[in-house]
């Protein structure tokens, strides 16, 4: 006997079966019995995809579970498991659904028994059928048909859609808007288990696209919607074209649906028209978030949020926090900042930004107000790759608490911040495969002490999970930093790097990691930071994580500087805005830890 998941399978005499208890405690039993495969491995792979397809099996588990719903879902079961068996190529199968004893499809659906005890589905798959004949065509160019659709292959029913949907899109992607499958014939040769699939394609006119037609529930104006949009009037027709428009639109934030469509007939001038349909969120949100750290302190934040400022679809955001809460060695920080972004200002590709902020900072070394304004633009290069540039201006006025007697100074920095981001990862909020990507480099000047100078950050995280059930995650991250031109005690405070707290290094305190210069401690002009992590799901809704992150800070990029590590493990709980998180962590080495940490607050750490 052998387990899967939570199901369990044994062996009946003479043939392969495998019975299993589907779940629903209303029920006292119910059943999977497979019969007819020789190999348990081939067995218990179909029983899990008849599982995942089976409406009685994601029936809610309570004695509350009605007798009318088991025989509704038993009904709608035999369609279910027909289409998974053909996806999986079988195409001579028997499915039986015994409710009690009595065939489910039988079962008048108006007098349904008043309790059931007992379901038994049976399915005999029979043989695996091999495609005989394979032809689809004509064919876009010489784009070969998707791998697997060919003579001797397993026939299975997904790679069959999957060629038909291929070849049409080939079509489409190369101008013929109206490509479709035009003759279809599918034949089971049962005797020799075999199907036999013969597609053939009208691929119509070739078309440009013409006229951008707007429609739907918008405040947006349609001139603005077609910029966003960007589909190429005069340029040949492309579905991936149509994808991209849907995605521009989509990234705004600003519509709860987009749909972009072809009209039904291609124009006499050889051109046809997209109809997109919109219909506009909530223009209007709210928001806030709390973290708490047994060094880092509590953390508040809130935002007002507007999706549609002036009509065009533009971002306005306001965003006030106060931090370090509760801390005897720091004072509490206050920033209040803004952003407000146009997209499609030059090309549908490219957005507008402008950013403002003031905050004043109360950290050991110094005391900190400031004042900045930046504006630029950000291009999407593809699906992937995103560039900024922009243009800024600082007014800080800084008091070094470091020096004896504390001393005061004005700063006012002029910087160019460009940077590049590659984004691959499947969730931004809860990543389990790919990578992220972003280097970010700010010269500037600053024009009081007639100071040049450049900031330097690079932050790269990987993901990758492991097992059928994808339950275990690697997370991986690594920072650096580099400040060039100004000595530390002239350098902008906040262009220092640190090391210790939430953002680089857990089981260490808040920024205790800095850099000595010549006996004085500040922040250091070179930085590394890495962290690992190894994620587990327990169940759909919680997980546990081991971690360990290490943190260097040092006086140049030249000259060795000092490090410190810290590790812990943590809990996560999902919910629709990405997991809570609690991670308990320790120092584990380096001569800056004071005993264990608490991090609580929502998202990954990386």
Do not use: C
């Not at 919680?542 to 971690?547: K, L, S």
Request: charged share 25%; aromatic share 8%.
């Amino acid at each position: 006997m052998f387990k899967i998941g939570r199901f369990f399978a044994g062996a009946a005499l003479g043939t392969a079966m495998m019975s299993l208890p589907l779940g629903a405690q209303a029920l006292e039993r119910v059943q999977l019995q497979i019969v007819g495969l020789g190999e348990a491995e081939e067995t218990e792979a179909l029983a899990k995809s008849l599982q995942g397809s089976s409406v009685l099996n994601s029936l809610e588990k309570t004695s509350e579970t009605p007798p009318r719903d088991v025989v509704a879902a038993a009904r709608a079961d035999y369609t279910r498991l027909v289409e998974t068996l053909y996806a999986q190529g079988f195409y001579s199968a028997v499915v039986r659904i015994k409710v009690d004893g009595r065939e489910a499809a039988t079962i008048d659906p108006f007098q349904v028994p008043a309790a059931i005890g007992e379901v038994v589905i049976f399915v005999d798959p029979g043989k695996r059928f091999r495609l005989g004949r394979a032809q689809i065509g004509p064919l876009a160019g010489d784009n070969p048909p998707v791998e697997g659709f060919r003579t001797g292959e397993p026939a299975l029913a997904t790679v069959v859609r999957d060629a038909a949907q291929t070849a049409v899109r080939d079509w489409r992607e190369r101008g013929y808007p109206k490509a479709e499958i035009s003759e279809r014939s599918i034949a089971a040769r049962h005797p020799v288990a075999q199907l036999d699939v013969d597609l053939k394609i009208a691929q119509g006119a070739r078309a440009r696209f013409g006229d951008t037609v707007i429609s739907g529930k918008t405040d947006v104006r349609e001139s603005r919607v077609r910029q966003i949009a960007g589909i190429p009037k005069g340029e040949h027709y492309a579905t991936s074209e149509v994808e991209r428009a849907g995605a521009r639109l989509r990234k705004t934030g600003t519509f709860q649906s987009v749909q972009v469509e072809q009209a039904e007939a291609i124009n006499p001038d050889g051109t046809i028209d997209m109809e997109v349909t919109v219909i506009d969120r909530k223009p209007r949100r709210i928001g806030g978030g709390i973290e708490y750290s047994s060094f880092d302190g509590l953390n508040l934040s809130g935002f007002w949020l507007h999706r549609n400022l002036l009509g065009g679809a533009e971002r306005f955001r306001v965003e006030g926090s106060v931090s370090q809460i509760g801390l005897e060695t720091e004072g509490i920080d206050y920033k209040l900042s803004f952003r407000f972004d146009k997209p499609a200002v030059y090309g549908a590709d490219t957005l507008f930004f402008a950013t403002g902020s003031l905050a004043y900072l109360d950290e050991p070394d110094y005391l900190e107000r400031k004042a900045t304004l930046t504006v630029g633009v950000s291009r999407e290069f593809n699906e992937f790759l995103t560039g900024e540039l922009g243009i800024g201006l600082t007014h800080s006025e800084v008091t070094d608490r470091y020096a004896k007697p504390e001393t005061k100074r004005t700063l006012q920095i002029i910087s160019l911040p460009v940077a590049l981001t590659y984004d691959k990862r499947d969730d931004p909020l809860d990543a389990t495969e790919g990578f992220y990507l972003r280097g970010a480099v700010t010269p500037f000047y600053e024009t009081v002490e007639g100071q040049p100078g450049a900031h330097l950050t690079f932050d790269g995280r990987a993901y990758r999970a492991f097992g059928e059930e994808e339950r275990l995650v690697t997370a991986t991250r690594l920072q650096l930093g580099a400040l060039t031109g100004p000595e530390a005690e002239d350098a902008p405070p906040g262009m220092l790097f640190y090391s210790g707290g939430g953002g680089t290094v857990r089981g260490q305190p808040y920024q205790s990691l800095d850099a000595d210069y010549n006996g004085t401690s500040l922040g250091g002009r070179s930085f590394a930071a890495a962290s690992g992590e190894l994620r587990y799901g327990v169940t759909d809704k919680i997980g546990v994580v081991a971690f360990a992150d290490a943190g260097y800070v040092g006086a140049d990029m030249f000259e060795a500087g000092d490090w410190h590590a810290g590790a812990g493990l943590g809990l996560r709980y999902k919910t629709p805005v990405g997991p809570i998180r609690l991670d308990v962590a320790g120092p584990v080495a380096g001569e800056t830890g004071d005993g264990m940490q608490i991090y609580i607050g929502i998202g990954q750490a990386f």
